[in-house]
Every structure is written in C-alpha cells, then in structure tokens.
C-alpha cells in the first residue's frame, strides 16, 4: 500500500484523541510530503542534523515536529527551535541543559520524561523514583512545561511482556496525575509503536510513535 493509504487504514483503527506521530527517520522530504498530502501533519524524527535539515526545508507547512531520540546537549540548537515536543529527556543533565537553552532563548520547551520501561539494560530514561525527584521540583524549571511520560516496551514478541511494560508505565502515569494535580499539562502518554500500537493503545496511549507501518522500512 502507499503512504497515504497506511495512514488512512492506521486512522481508521486509532482513536479520535490518540495523536499519530509519523516517524519519518532515514525517510526522504518526499515521502513526509505523499504524508502531509494524505493529511498527516505531525512528525517524528530521531537524528538532530536529519531533524533539523527537514525542519527547514518544510517550514511553513505546518507541520508539529516533535523529538523522540537521544538528544545530546551539544544538539540543542538543531532541535529546541523546531520542536514542539521533545519525547524522549532521558537524563536530569539533558533536562537542565534544555532548561537553561530555554532561559537564554526566552522559550519554553513542552517535554515527555523518558521512562526506563523496557528489560534491555541498554534503554535509556529516568527510573520512578527520579521521575518523582524531578516532578517534586518542577517549579524550579522555569522553561520546562512537563507535559507526560514516553516509553517503548521490551523488543519481544511475547504480548504479556509487552503487555506488562505498558501497564507498569500506565499505572506509574495514573499515580503522577494525582500527587501532582498542579501540573495541569501532564497528560500526555507516548507509548506504542508499529509492532504493538494497539496495545499501547489498551493501556492508554495518548500518542503513538508509527515509522514502519506507514512509510516501510527505511531507506
């Protein structure tokens, strides 16, 4: 199928208020173009060069970019200008450079904190009980809007695990949104990808990250 019918079968399936992020890593401008022509408007991508060369050369589109990679704090400036959301802050260092970046450049900056879900030792982001530590001081972070939680389950096929992952990360999200009600904007939850994006969207997925299953594998 084309790009534009992926997406149109992936809506089909997908709530009304879960937000489709088109991960367009690796993918060329003309595929995320066939994406905006189908009415595709929001856009993943991982690498801050590739973030930022695409940024540019489809301004104007109105397109919402958000950010869901590593983010060194040497890359901020290819990224923070563009972004409307940064997905994946995955160390207190990354989250204070951001906030700073922000104070200098009079902006506030809407992030996800990346949780630490999955089993693989390699994944990066916070463990609960830093998560906590942060959101107890968020008001010291003048330029951050903490707007919810991203996570990707373990790399299985086994449902329970995937399924587990999810959970744990759901329950963790339900628990925030009530010790911390003052924190108004955090809400959303990015969980799911093109393997398991229907269960994400069991447990609660506000937003899903889709690259795959809309554009196929990356050039």
Request: glycine share 8%.
């Amino acid at each position: 199928m084309s790009i534009a019918q992926n997406i149109h079968e992936i809506k089909k399936r997908l709530p009304s208020e879960v937000k489709l992020v088109a991960v367009s890593k690796f993918h060329p401008i003309e595929a995320i173009e066939e994406a905006v022509a189908a009415g595709q408007m929001v856009f993943g991508e991982n690498r801050p060069q590739e973030f930022e060369k695409k940024a540019l050369s489809l301004e104007g589109r109105g397109i919402e970019w958000h950010f869901i990679g590593h983010l060194q704090t040497n890359k901020l400036k290819m990224v923070l200008p563009y972004a409307s959301l940064v997905q994946s802050v995955d160390s207190l260092h990354l989250l204070e450079a951001v906030n700073e970046w922000g104070a200098r450049n009079g902006k506030v900056i809407n992030v996800l904190l990346e949780m630490h879900v999955a089993a693989e030792a390699t994944k990066q982001g916070f463990y609960d009980e830093e998560v906590l530590d942060i959101l107890f001081r968020a008001e010291s972070y003048k330029n951050i809007r903490f707007c919810g939680l991203m996570g990707m389950a373990t790399n299985t096929d086994e449902q329970d695990d995937i399924r587990a992952d999810f959970g744990r990360i759901k329950a963790f999200m339900d628990y925030l949104r009530d010790l911390f009600p003052e924190l108004t904007d955090f809400k959303e939850l990015s969980i799911g990808m093109s393997g398991d994006w229907p269960v994400a969207v069991e447990f609660g997925a506000t937003i899903v990250r889709i690259g795959t299953a809309i554009f196929g594998e990356r050039a």
